[in-house]
């Protein structure tokens, strides 16, 4: 383990200067203005390889007022902060730290629960809940998606109004399925990197890190939940001093872990 760490600090440091000029590009564009009008397309199939993708929701009246609906990214729609940068990144260490033939320097898909290209693809992120309202059609799929072996990870949300939320729409796609809280037990922190503890430091102020999962009743977990944390800032700053490098290889050391358990169950 004591390797692992030291490849993944490496990486990370290699991050900030192998991967600064792209981000900086992408970050210029952003102030000075441009706007994305359009949600960029997947052009081509990316299943041969593993591929990182992004869920969007459709509606995202709950937070109108709230983001530039202009905008791809930071800002931009809720569903899409920390795009492109994050999953570029996460996806670099994935190819450095183990044999998996993973899609990289590519932005990530972005589908919808009701996308048929989703089902190509084991593992999918979704931030910003407290800004989703799935419809029936959204709902279906998401179901359709785990029931058929899909992998979720959700990031990127506080309070408890934004977790009811989650809940709710879970429980609507997933009757079957119960969310519980995770403990430093369960396989998922140990099946690549040993995690010691759960007890990071708050990215939100006032807000105290939990860790949840949606398991059916034979306890195969299909979703992994980040509750007053977000794993992807780290990754998308990982190139740049705005997160502390110790906090960015444990942000690391969760993605590569939540990929590997996504994998092998």
Partial sequence: MNRKKIIISIIALSLLC??????????????????ISEIPKTDQDLSGRFTFVRIRYADTSMCNGYFDPTVVGDGGFPWSHDYPAAG?????????????????????????????????????????????????????????????????????FRSQYQFYNLQRQLKQALPEYEMKKLDISHPIFNCFFSIKTLDVNPVYRGETPEFWGLEDKDGRMATIINYNYDVSDYWQFSDNPFRPIEETNDAYKFGVNYIMYALTH
Avoid: W
Avoid at 18 to 35: D, I, N, T, Y
Avoid at 124 to 132: P, R, V
């Fill in 88 to 156: 570029r990144h996460l996806m670099k260490i994935m190819a450095e730290l183990s044999k998996i033939d993973a899609t990289i320097d590519v932005d990530e898909p972005i589908l919808t629960f009701d996308d048929p290209q989703l089902f190509k693809y084991p593992f999918a992120y979704l931030c910003e809940i407290g800004c989703m309202n799935l419809d029936e059609k959204e709902l279906a799929g998401l179901r359709e998606y785990i029931l058929r072996g899909g992998f979720l990870l959700i990031d990127d």
């Fill in 18 to 35: 192998s991967l600064a000029l792209a981000q900086g590009r992408f970050r210029k564009r952003h102030v000075e203005g441009r706007r």
